[in-house]
């Protein structure tokens, strides 16, 4: 399932929300609802769930500060998922939205 995982995300694409005309204020909007019209293919809640299919987890803690708990996963499976969100606050914004939602009851 990692080599799946991996070979996903390896292959992704992303365009700007800005000046797209489509009427989104931020990236991260586009990034957390998954809005097809962007060409976006990062997808938080699969991110999340590579992350613990490979023995790692996550925390949301007060401040909205992200926890991720990589103790146990190996560095060849964790590199190709962590490098995914590594320089892209969008990303990690996604991130964060798709925990609180999950937090609130929502299935991703």
Not at 51 to 76: F, M, N, P, Q
Request: charged share 20%.
């Amino acid at each position: 399932m990692a080599a799946q995982i991996e070979q996903r995300y390896m292959h992704e694409t992303y365009t700007s929300a800005a000046g797209s005309g489509c009427g989104h204020d931020t990236h991260t909007f586009a990034m957390a609802t998954g809005c097809c019209h962007h060409g976006n293919t990062f997808d938080p809640a699969a991110w999340l769930s590579a992350l613990v299919a490979i023995g790692g987890g996550y925390a949301l803690a007060a401040g909205r500060k992200l926890y991720l708990v990589v103790d146990d996963c190996d560095t060849y499976d964790l590199a190709p998922i962590v490098g995914q969100i590594i320089a892209r606050p969008e990303r990690v914004e996604a991130v964060r939205t798709a925990i609180e939602r999950r937090q609130c009851g929502e299935v991703l």
